[in-house]
């Protein structure tokens, strides 16, 4: 097996690293969702978590997984999203240096959620990739420690504890849906989950508009795509064509990828706001997308992870108010 694989075991060691620190989230039996599928539809709450989404687990394993002397030089990440949000919430809670770095395009309200978890942030350039540079230039000359969104072991089992929780929830699953974008919740997932109970399907969820990961399967080997305006906001990005985790590990344990259209994943949104009152963001949206499209074949209970809640509200109530130049955009 490659060594640098994330085993059932790294999962069961991130578990016990992060109790206490992040939280066991719960699993809800959807009426609605079961009645049309013909089997239990379950949705894993997992955008109540602290931080309001799953990154959290896998900062936080990532974090408890440095050794004294790297927790003194501090962490640093370029993300706009969920992943700084986590990193500066995580690294506070051990007293660390966090700092996040981002590009002039970042709106002031991104900007003020991680301010405000207590991290520094850094202002360079105006893309991703002159974030990545000054990430690149803090390691070098400032000795930090870089902690990427997925593409690392400690994050990706961090993210894994999701499937041990959703298989002791649940240990009837026979189809597990989950928000797909770098692959870092896949691959955790998915090793969780086969490792448990190798018959449950994993199944990847993406959006149409720029699904690298998928891509990537098709091709054999890492692909960079071009990256669209989409719902699923928290989906956007490569998964770097220097991958060296991920790819493999959803190559190997991913049992399939639906892809969904932007009316997709509006109307997992809104299904989850009037008939769940769950709010959840479009990454967070796209496995009851999947199910109320008609896209998923399971035969038996499913389980859909709801990732993240993280939607900038004006958005949110457009959507739930039906405001279709939200999704005309050709797909
Ligand atoms: C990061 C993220 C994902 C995708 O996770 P990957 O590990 O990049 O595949 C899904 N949903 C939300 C809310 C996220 O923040």
Not at 35 to 42: E, I, L, S
Not at 55 to 83: C, D, F, M, Q
Not at 103 to 112: F, G, I, Q, T, W
């Amino acid at each position: 097996m490659n060594q640098t694989e994330v085993t059932l075991q790294h999962i069961r060691v991130a578990r016990e690293r992060i109790a206490g620190k992040v939280e066991r989230t719960p699993t809800v039996l959807s009426q609605s969702l079961s009645d049309r599928a013909g089997h239990p539809v379950h949705l894993k709450l997992e955008h109540h978590q602290t931080t309001g989404a799953f990154k959290l687990r896998g900062a936080s394993n990532a974090i408890a997984a440095l050794s004294p002397e790297e927790r003194s030089r501090g962490v640093v990440a370029a993300s706009t999203g969920n992943h700084g949000r986590a990193l500066a919430h995580a690294a506070k809670l051990e007293g660390m240096r966090a700092v996040i770095c981002m590009s002039r395009l970042v709106p002031e309200n991104k900007l003020d959620a991680i301010r405000r978890l207590g991290a520094e942030i850094r202002i360079v350039g105006n893309s991703q990739d002159d974030a990545q540079q000054q990430v690149d230039r803090l390691v070098a000359e400032e000795g930090l420690v870089m902690l990427p969104p997925f593409d690392h072991p400690d994050i990706a089992a961090g993210q894994g504890t999701l499937g041990l929780e959703i298989l002791e929830q649940i240990p009837d699953a026979a189809s597990v849906l989950v928000p797909l974008s770098g692959g870092g919740l896949t691959a955790g997932v998915a090793a969780a989950v086969k490792g448990v109970s190798p018959a449950t399907k994993v199944v990847g969820v993406s959006m149409s508009r720029g699904a690298a990961m998928k891509a990537s399967l098709d091709a054999g080997r890492p692909v960079q795509i071009e990256e669209l305006p989409t719902l699923a906001d928290s989906l956007g990005g490569g998964i770097g064509l220097d991958n060296r985790l991920t790819f493999a590990m959803c190559r190997e344990l991913l049992d399939d990828v639906i892809l969904l259209s932007e009316d997709e994943i509006a109307a997992g949104i809104r299904h989850a706001y009037e008939e769940e009152r769950e709010i959840v963001e479009g990454a967070g949206a796209v496995g009851i997308g999947a199910l109320l499209a008609g896209k998923v074949t399971a035969k038996g209970p499913v389980v859909a992870i709801l990732s993240g809640r993280n939607i900038d509200m004006s958005l949110h109530r457009r959507i739930v108010c039906g405001d279709a130049a939200l999704t005309e955009r050709p797909t």
